[in-house]
């Protein structure tokens, strides 16, 4: 083995202990008594189980995490969806400006949130569903201008020849789409689906300016009461805190595991793109 070698495999090993150690650390503290939640000791010197106990007492976890599943399975096949339709478009047909129109829909990622967040909100109160959960999904049924980039890639990486042959069979535009385009692609679409239900699922934002009642908050926003009514502001009850913590953030650790290899092949197919 070469020191080049030796040198990559204990750069990545430091590199994974560094992005382990935050969780390593929040699943310890977790299972702490309260006097030990800080005492930075990865291995609890006593256990408290019964904080994952108390953190289903203390709030309506399990509906909070039905909402956020609901949620962010809904954003994340809408916005799926709808933007392969539109990376479609771009790729397979030729028409006057194309190029331009593109550009503005690639243009609007410049956008901070914060410009459209008003209007936006202003919209959802306009059509009377402004606290219900709607807002929180609904959105992404007009595509998102970095999935459709994203998918554009991979649509124009395919053998136009195949859609030409399916033509002459008589297939329609959406045979295309749906037969031909969609399976071909579905690394690309299982990266778009994954990296959405993240955003989805740990969003704080929306959940904050839309949703008023308790039976409809995410775990995000659950998590945020939490920490109101047991961290700094109240009583001192971290180790509740940080086992909501947990529970939030597992879920997306096995969406990963069972995705990954798609995911990963979605973006090394994405990487040999450029």
């Known amino acids: 083995m070469t020191a080049r070698r030796v040198l990559r495999w204990v750069g990545l090993a430091a590199a994974t202990v560094l992005f382990l150690y935050p969780f390593a650390w929040l ?12 005492d930075n000791a990865l291995l609890p010197r006593s256990w408290a189980w019964g904080n994952y106990v108390e953190i289903w007492r ?8 039905l909402n956020s599943v609901v949620v962010s399975l809904a954003a994340a096949v809408a916005v799926t969806l709808t933007s392969s339709l539109v990376a479609f478009g771009f790729a397979y047909f030729r028409f006057p400006g194309r190029n331009g129109l593109f550009g503005l829909v690639l243009a609007t990622m410049m956008l901070p949130g914060a410009v459209t967040m008003i209007p936006v909100y202003l919209i959802w109160n306009g059509v009377g569903l402004a606290h219900t959960q709607v807002p929180l999904w609904a959105g992404n049924l007009f ?12 649509f124009l990486g395919l053998p136009r020849e195949v859609f030409e042959a399916a033509r002459m069979d008589g297939a329609n535009h959406w045979t295309l789409f749906w037969r031909i385009a969609m399976p071909l692609c579905r690394p690309a679409l299982i990266v778009s689906f994954v990296f959405e239900l993240k955003a989805s ?65 979605g973006i090394t197919a994405e990487n040999r793109g450029r």
């Open 27 to 38: 699943l310890s503290a977790s299972l702490k008594p309260r006097a030990q939640v800080f």
């Open 58 to 65: 203390a709030a309506p976890v399990a509906a909070w995490f």
């Open 143 to 154: 595509g998102s201008a970095f999935y459709i980039f994203l998918l554009r890639q991979f």
């Open 201 to 265: 699922w740990s969003d704080l934002l929306k959940p904050l300016i839309y949703l008023r009642d308790p039976a409809l908050y995410t775990l995000p926003r659950g998590l945020k009461a939490l920490s109101d009514q047991f961290g700094q502001a109240g009583e001192q009850r971290w180790e509740i805190v940080l086992a909501g913590s947990v529970v939030t953030t597992v879920p997306l650790l096995v969406v990963f595991f069972l995705a990954q290899r798609h995911f990963l092949a």
